[in-house]
Each structure stands twice: as C-alpha cells, then as structure tokens.
C-alpha cells in the first residue's frame, strides 16, 4: 500500500519561499509510468494542479504558476519537494501530495497540510 505524508511549515510570510516536502513510503519514486504530484486547494474554491515530477526525474508545472515553482526530489529518501516562490495570500491553500498513473488517475493522496500566507 503506498502512503503519502506532507510536510512543511504550516504559516508563510508574503514573498517568502513555501517548500513542502513529501514523504512516500511502500513505493518508490522511480517506478516506471507513475507522477508525483502537487496539488491544492484554495478555501472555498476547487483543486488546483501545481506540478509533478516524473518518475524519470522530468518535472512538469501548471502554465499559471511556472514561473514561481520548482518540484524536485531525493531518491535516497524517497521524497519530493514543492518550492513556491514569491508568495501571497492568495498562496494560502490546503496542499496535497499525490500520485498519478498513466491513465491520469490519482490514486493516492496525502492526507493534505494546511499552509496560510499572512504576516
């Protein structure tokens, strides 16, 4: 059974980096044709796509929010990492890790970790 665990700082100063890491255990991060993702949710409006990274090591980011994301990883821990630069309210979200398959299921997730952007 995979499992996915998030962790990070729950508050952020404005313009400040938020780096949340994910921590993936019964799976490794470099099986074949799977996607380690990004993903949150803003309070009151839907899931948002950030990112992945590949099993490959290729990282893929949402157009919107390229600019200010990074996603890399530490296979000698089993772990990937979410870096947000430049932050804002608007950051503010609960943030979930996931894994995604060929077929764009995700079909694991963390449990998500609440992060607020507020000085």
């Known amino acids: 059974q995979v499992q996915l665990q998030e962790s990070g700082p729950g508050l952020v100063k404005p313009s400040q980096t938020l780096s949340l890491t994910c921590t993936v255990s019964g799976g490794s991060i470099t099986t074949n044709n799977y996607y380690w993702s990004w993903i949150r949710q803003p309070p009151g409006k839907g899931l948002e796509w950030i990112g992945y990274i590949a099993y490959s090591g290729s990282a893929y980011y949402s157009p919107s929010l390229k600019s200010r994301t990074s996603i890399f990883r530490d296979t000698s821990k089993n772990q990937f990492t979410l870096q947000l630069s430049s932050v804002t309210p608007e950051d503010t979200a609960v943030y979930y890790c996931?894994?995604?398959?060929?077929?764009?299921?995700?079909?694991?997730w963390g449990q998500g970790t609440q992060v607020t952007v507020s000085s």
């Open positions: 996931a894994r995604e398959n060929d077929y764009g299921f995700f079909n694991y």
